[in-house]
Structure formats: structure tokens, C-alpha cells
């Protein structure tokens, strides 16, 4: 019943080696490579020996059944959708570890977005013992190499396609998968023609709009399972209301996929100490700010909201903007730009700032800040300089080597780092665990992202995170309206993400800024803000009965 | 010994090989590696190209090893996956890939001929849903035929030697190394079919599942015949129950006669 492969070539070798005594071994070599084979073997169908061969790892409960689930169960073709900063990287790493040992996936490819390729290869080296290649600009050997780490972009260049289509790899990962969600794109394509025995699809967000979303990634793993896309769609679309239809997609894609969230692994022993600073403007400020509103009766509301926005963070933002507004315009209005310049420039020293440096002052541990404005950036990093305080900046812009170099500026010397940015994905900050939060986006997932950059796996410390907010001002509006009333800061966001997109009329930035435009009156932005919010908190509560 | 048997076979690899031992203490061992070994297992190929030449000898590296992972010296902590470890591994297995050997006789006997044995260590690898190894260590008796497992166990505490002892001549074998082998072969076959197949129906059953329903896609439409050929291939690959046979090293062994009835009849000969 069981084919057996035989091995033919030991004959051969054997005959040419009893004529060629040079190459025969002696008695000791010939016990010693049969123990190294011995002591080198899989006993067992079950288990992961890979814990046995990194024992510098710390795995936690939820990474190891994740583990083994993907490969005793879901026979190593899988969706890993851990929550952010739960380790689905060590999680990949781990079910990769144990395919190689076991022998059965050598030819290996990691497909990745650029700015994480230089992480995998380090990481795979460091945690995992596994020397993987990344191809540079003119330097490939797709088939020379065993490991090979790159990102989509790379790999479906003309170049490079051909080749890596004909290679038949053991084992294919595939991380921040979310962006193949679309079936029409050249990358979905690409991927779909891979030839692969098994494969993972890493991502924190499977669903990011639609369930048609993830249909399309259990396509790359099993094509066919969900039927073809237009009748999951019409299925899904039609009979979305009888219970019975989401049980069945539900139990399906179960087979697939893994989610561990946050609050099932008990990895909350790290947490989240948030602290809303209300300050107050000084009565120049306040002045100032209240004078900026008599804009709104002859500008479009969009600029003063703005310049509102941009006061509260430094006088150096709201200068900018001032300055390109007095350059465009006509001898009429440039003396109004003028007179607020002029304005500005008698202002004291910002009273964030003041409290910036009050609370850095405080202690030597290590801080971010993050702020919306290159200007601020620049200011901030002035002024901390004035009261002693090292810091440096950071910005999702800078190229991958100056990244790399600031993070570890900041790791080995600065105490503050200034951030105008999330700074992308992947940059890990777990050895910082404060946090200002300068100004506030209009969008909390910007927030919770920025949050994740500290407060993600591998963090030891609670994680305090300050949100500066100026009373009486557009700011304040906004942190009362959103932050406090969708208990983001208590609960690890998981679902919100799909909700604040899935919002009817456009994005949530969007909904927010077109509510301040058309408004009259602070009362009528309260009533609509308060609108949103329910609408949110309404989803949220809708979505946790279903799930 | 210690209680790291990966420990004890690093000792016994460097030793066997002629590195000398510069240091050993129950937590650590330092090797001063010879130049073919460091240029063996060290994966500096420049580094020797270079030197070669330049006609130098070169400068061959030490190692230290440890027990521990928490050392004070620093060092290559030995453990079940340390990559150090596998690169002896796999320079141990090519090392020692072949042999032809004599058993070492001190006195002559009244007997002087030396029998000869084929023994093949194998690797099986059960593949398919899921997967395993096992080692199997076989010896034929080239004169007649007799077949032995454990082989290995069998003449661990024996002495060989490459070349044959004074008073003693080899016979030569009356079955060729080719039928030997596949006898060899064929024990192998017979072995495993009288060894528990529950792990190849178990895969057999998830094979057959994936197939009736990759047809059903198929014949419904749901994937175009391109993407169904392709994943018929990659189900086979997955689940198919197979067994890949690797002779791991063997060779010629010749056993006095007075050894071969001991060999024969004791599971170790101690």
C-alpha cells in the first residue's frame, strides 16, 4: 500500500569508494555517522520538536497551539490573523522551524512589504537559526538560494518572474497578507501562480472591508473552498440574514484560519495606563485662537479649522501655513495675515511644550512623542535641546537605513524620540513605554497604531501613554467627542477597524472634517459628532453579539 | 559522560578527527580545529582559497562549547538545534560515508578466514500527511546470506581496522553487492508492511478527501482546469503516503569467524 522510494545511488558511491581507499572511513568516522544520523532523526508523528531546537525562544501557549494546529490539523496551509502584536511572525517561524527539521520544506520563500525584509532576515537568523537570502538590485540566485526573503514587488518584476514561477517551493509565507485582497491585482495573480506545497498568510486584518476579502485569501490556499466569487458573493449578499449562512462561512474558513485576540491569551499583564492632560492656553493664546475665528466669515471653514488645529500644536505649524497664505494672496487680505503674524510672534512658548518637557523632565525614561506637523517636530526638538533633553526625529518618510539608524540613536542614546508618523508597520519599540501624544489624529485607529508601536509583544513595562489636549479648543472637541466615548483606550481595539471603514459617506477622517465644515454652531457639531459615535459604539456592540 | 549527549559526540567528532583538545571541564570544551576541518565546517571558503594561494598554511580557528546557556565564557552552547551542531552533523555523515573494514584479530586463530558482511545504516521517511524518521541499521552476510537487524548494536565494542590483520585474509563474497543491496531492499519492503499502517490509511483518507473535493470544484466550475492539474499535483505531494529510503553510510565489514556466531547470536556483542 506504502510506495517506497529506494535510494540507488548508495551502490554506486560504495563500488567507486572500495577503489578509491582514500575515501573510505575508519572504523571510529563510520560509528560517529551513524550516531550523528541517529541523534539527528524525527521520532515522533506528533509534537514540535522545533521547541526542542530553540530553546533561547520564549514561545508563549498561544504561539505553540497555533503551531501545532497548523501543522497536525490544517496540514500546514494556513491564515495565522493573531491580533496586532501577538507574534504571528514567531508563530510562521515556528511552523516553519518544524518543517525543516522534519525535512520536508527546504525550498523556501518569504514574500514580505520592503521595509520588513531586513527584520525577517534577522529575525529568522536570530530566533530561529534559518540563513535566509534577500535578493539586492542586480544579485539574485532564486534557485541557488534555499531561504529567500523579498518582497512582492521584487519578485513579479520581468526579471525575476519567470524564474521564481518554474521553482516548486516547499513552503511559502506570505506576511501583511490583507493587501492581497483584491483578486484583479497583478500581486493576487502572482501569488496565485506561486507553486507551493504549504503555505501561511500572515495578517492582523483579515477582513478589512468586506467578507469578499477574505474569500479571496482562502483562495490562495484552497481554491474552490468557498465556491467561485460570484456566488459566494450573491449567497453572502442575499442570504447574509438567515443565521444558518454565516454559521456555514464561519465553520469553513474555522478550518483555515487562526485569530487569537488579545483578551483570550492573557497578554494584558502589560497595561495601558492612559492619562487625558487637559491644558490651558494662556490668555495670549486664547486670544489669539478666538481672533482666528473671525476667518470663518470670509474663508472657506476648512482653513480655519486648520490654523484652529495647527495653534494648538506649536505657534512654528500654524506660522507656516500662515506665511503660504499671506504669499498668495492680494494686497487686501495679506495685512490680515500680516496682523496674526505679528501676532504669533509675541506668543510665549507653547504651553504643550511647557508640559512636554515637565513630564520628560520628571523621569529618565525613555519617551515618544508624536505630533502632526513637521513644524511642531522641528520646534519640539529645539526646545528639548534648550532644557538639556536629547531627542531625535523620526519620520515614516526616511528611508529604511536612516530608520534603522535613528531607532537605534534613540535606543543606545536619545531619551526622546519625535515622531511625526506611525512610522509605517513593523518598527518595534517595546524598550520604550511612555508616550505623548502631542496632538490627536482624527482617526483612533491612527492612534491605536501609534500605541502598537510600544504596547505590542514582547513589552514588559505598563505602558503610559499621555494625550495632550488644550481646553476650549477644536482639540478638546475632538478627544471628549471620539477618545473618550469609544472606550478605545480600555479595550485593545479589535474589531474597530473594520467598523470605522465600513462607515456609509467615506472614511472616518473624512466624516469627521466634513461634520466641522458644515457646521453652524458648536452645538450642531456636537449633535452630529454624538451621532457618529453612537453610530460606532451601535456597530461595535452589534458586532460582539454576532461574533 | 555528560549528561548532553550532544556534548559527548562533539568530544568524541573532534577527538576521532585529530583536533586537539585544549580544554575540557564538564561545562566546557575547546577545540584547536586542524586546517581541513576548519576549512570543512567553518564556511570560510575565501579565507582558504586565499591562503592556498598564496602558498600559507593558514591560521585554523578555535571553538569553545557549552554546556550551558547561561555561561560565563561565552561560547557555542550545545543543543538539539544549534546550527553548529547540524554542520558536524551532516561533515560526520560525509566523513564517515563509506567503509571497508577488518576486524582487528591480536592472535592468530585456527581459523583465519574473515567473513564478510554488507551493513547498511538507512534513514526511512515516512511522508505524507504526516511525517517521521527512523534509523535502521542492516547487515547481510555476503557468503550466505543470512540477515541481521541492529547491526550497529551488534559491533559497537568491536575493533576494526582498515587494513587486515596478520594472519588473517578476507574471503571473498559469493553474492555481489548489487543483489545484496536489494535484499536489503526487500527486507526493508517486508518490514514495513508488517509495522502498523494506520498513519498511511489516516493519509490515504484525508488524500482521497481533497481530491473528491477539488473534483467537485472542478466539475462545478469553481477553478479552470490550469489551476486544477496544478493543485491536484500539490495534494498528492501533501498527503500521498510514501516512504523515502536514504542509505545513510555502509560498507564492508570482515568478521572472523569466532566473532561472526557471537555476532549472530547476542543483540550486543559485549
Known amino acids: ?547 | 559522560m555528560t549528561l548532553n549527549p550532544y556534548f559527548d559526540f562533539v568530544h568524541q567528532f573532534f577527538t576521532s578527527y585529530g583536533c586537539a583538545i585544549l580544554e575540557k571541564s564538564e561545562s566546557h570544551l575547546k577545540v584547536q580545529l586542524t586546517s581541513s576541518m576548519d576549512e570543512e565546517i567553518m564556511n570560510r571558503p575565501f579565507y582558504w582559497h586565499y591562503m592556498k594561494k598564496m602558498n600559507r598554511p593558514g591560521d585554523p580557528m578555535q571553538l569553545l562549547f557549552t554546556n550551558t546557556s547561561h555561561s560565563k565564557e561565552g561560547g557555542i552552547y550545545l543543543h538539539a538545534g544549534t546550527p553548529k551542531l547540524h554542520t558536524i552533523y551532516r561533515a560526520a555523515i560525509k566523513k564517515g560515508k563509506t567503509a571497508r573494514l577488518y576486524e582487528a584479530v591480536v592472535q592468530p586463530l585456527e581459523n583465519r578466514a574473515l567473513c564478510p558482511w554488507l551493513v547498511v545504516n538507512i534513514h526511512l521517511h515516512y511522508r505524507g500527511k504526516q511525517s517521521k524518521d527512523e534509523t535502521l541499521s542492516l547487515g547481510l552476510n555476503l557468503v550466505h546470506g543470512t540477515l541481521l537487524p541492529n547491526m550497529m548494536d551488534r559491533l559497537w565494542k568491536m575493533e576494526f581496522e582498515p587494513t587486515v590483520s596478520d594472519y588473517t585474509f578476507p574471503m571473498t563474497p559469493l553474492i555481489n553487492l548489487e543483489n545484496a543491496y536489494k535484499r536489503i531492499e526487500r527486507y526493508v519492503e517486508g518490514y514495513v508492511s508488517s509495522i502498523s499502517d494506520e498513519w498511511a490509511t489516516l493519509s490515504l483518507k484525508h488524500l482521497q478527501e481533497e481530491k473528491v473535493l477539488l473534483e467537485s470544484f472542478y466539475s462545478s466550475e469553481d477553478i479552470g482546469l490550469e489551476q486544477f492539474t496544478k493543485e491536484q499535483e500539490q495534494i498528492a505531494t501533501r498527503y500521498s503516503p510514501r516512504i523515502l529510503m536514504e542509505a545513510v553510510n555502509g560498507g564492508l565489514f570482515y568478521i572472523s569467524q569466532k566473532s561472526n556466531s557471537y555476532v549472530i547470536n547476542n543483540l550486543a556483542a559485549d
Open chain 1, 1 to 547: 500500500m506504502v510506495e517506497i522510494h529506494p535510494d540507488h545511488t548508495f551502490i554506486p558511491t560504495l563500488r567507486d569508494n572500495l577503489n578509491n581507499p582514500n575515501h573510505l572511513s575508519n572504523w571510529e568516522g563510520f560509528k560517529l555517522a551513524y550516531q550523528a544520523a541517529k541523534i539527528n532523526t524525527v521520532p515522533n508523528f506528533d509534537g514540535l520538536l522545533a521547541l526542542e531546537h530553540l530553546p533561547h525562544v520564549q514561545f508563549l501557549d498561544h504561539q505553540i497551539e497555533a503551531a501545532e494546529r497548523v501543522i497536525h490539523q490544517m496540514n500546514g496551509r494556513a491564515i495565522l490573523a493573531d491580533e496586532v502584536g501577538l507574534g504571528k511572525t514567531l508563530e510562521a517561524g515556528l511552523i516553519l522551524k518544524e518543517y525543516m527539521i522534519r525535512g520536508i520544506a527546504r525550498k523556501i520563500l518569504i514574500l514580505t512589504p520592503a521595509s520588513l525584509v531586513n527584520q525577517w532576515v534577522q529575525e529568522l537568523n536570530d530566533k530561529f537559526y534559518i540563513q535566509a537570502a534577500s535578493p539586492r538590485k542586480k544579485q539574485a540566485a532564486w534557485s541557488d538560494w534555499d531561504v529567500t526573503v523579498t518582497s512582492i514587488d521584487m519578485a513579479k518584476r520581468e526579471a525575476h518572474r519567470q524564474e521564481i514561477l518554474s521553482i516548486p517551493y516547499d513552503f511559502i509565507i506570505i506576511d501583511e497578507a490583507h493587501k492581497l485582497k483584491n483578486h484583479q491585482t497583478k500581486n493576487y495573480q502572482f501569488v496565485q501562480e506561486l507553486k507551493k506545497t504549504y503555505c501561511l498568510l500572515l495578517t492582523a486584518t483579515p477582513i478589512q472591508n468586506k467578507l469578499s476579502d477574505l474569500f479571496n485569501l482562502v483562495s490562495i490556499l484552497k481554491p474552490g473552498y468557498l465556491g467561485n466569487l460570484t456566488d459566494f458573493k450573491k449567497k453572502y449578499r442575499y442570504e447574509a440574514n438567515k443565521q444558518g449562512n454565516i454559521e456555514h462561512i464561519h465553520s469553513l474558513v474555522g478550518k483555515m484560519m487562526i485569530r487569537n485576540r488579545r483578551k483570550d491569551t492573557g497578554l494584558d499583564d502589560s497595561k495601558r495606563i492612559v492619562v487625558n492632560e487637559r491644558l490651558k492656553f494662556t490668555e495670549e493664546e486664547q486670544k489669539m485662537y478666538q481672533e482666528l475665528e473671525l476667518l470663518k466669515s470670509d474663508h472657506p471653514s476648512f482653513t480655519w479649522l486648520t490654523l484652529a488645529k495647527e495653534l494648538c500644536s506649536s505657534r512654528e505649524a500654524c506660522y507656516m501655513s500662515l506665511n503660504q497664505m499671506r504669499q498668495q494672496s492680494n494686497e487686501q487680505t495679506m495685512a490680515v495675515y500680516s496682523k496674526f503674524i505679528e501676532q504669533l510672534q509675541q506668543l510665549p512658548h507653547h504651553v504643550k511644550a511647557k508640559r512636554m518637557i515637565e513630564l520628560i523632565s520628571e523621569t529618565n525614561e525613555k519617551f515618544i512623542v508624536f505630533t502632526e506637523y513637521r513644524a511642531t517636530q522641528f520646534y519640539l526638538q529645539w526646545y528639548l535641546q534648550q532644557h538639556g533633553i536629547s531627542s531625535v526625529p523620526f519620520s515614516g518618510k526616511f528611508n529604511k537605513s536612516k530608520r534603522d539608524w535613528m531607532k537605534q540613536l534613540f535606543k543606545n542614546q536619545a531619551q526622546v524620540l519625535i515622531a511625526t508618523e506611525a512610522g509605517g508597520e513593523g518598527i518595534n519599540l517595546q524598550f520604550c513605554h511612555h508616550m505623548i501624544n502631542y496632538d490627536l489624529p482624527w482617526n483612533p485607529m491612527r492612534l491605536e497604531q501609534r500605541i502598537g508601536r510600544i504596547h505590542r509583544f514582547g513589552q514588559e513595562h505598563d505602558v503610559k501613554i499621555y494625550n495632550f489636549a488644550i481646553e476650549n479648543t477644536i482639540e478638546d472637541h475632538i478627544m471628549k467627542m471620539l477618545y473618550e466615548k469609544i472606550e478605545m483606550f480600555k479595550n485593545a481595539v479589535g474589531d474597530l477597524d473594520h467598523i470605522l471603514e465600513q462607515i456609509p459617506g467615506g472614511s472616518f477622517d473624512k466624516q469627521i472634517q466634513t461634520i466641522i465644515d458644515q457646521s453652524d454652531s458648536k452645538g450642531e457639531i456636537d449633535i452630529k459628532l454624538n451621532n457618529l459615535v453612537s453610530y460606532v459604539e451601535h456597530s461595535i456592540s452589534e458586532r460582539r453579539e454576532t461574533s
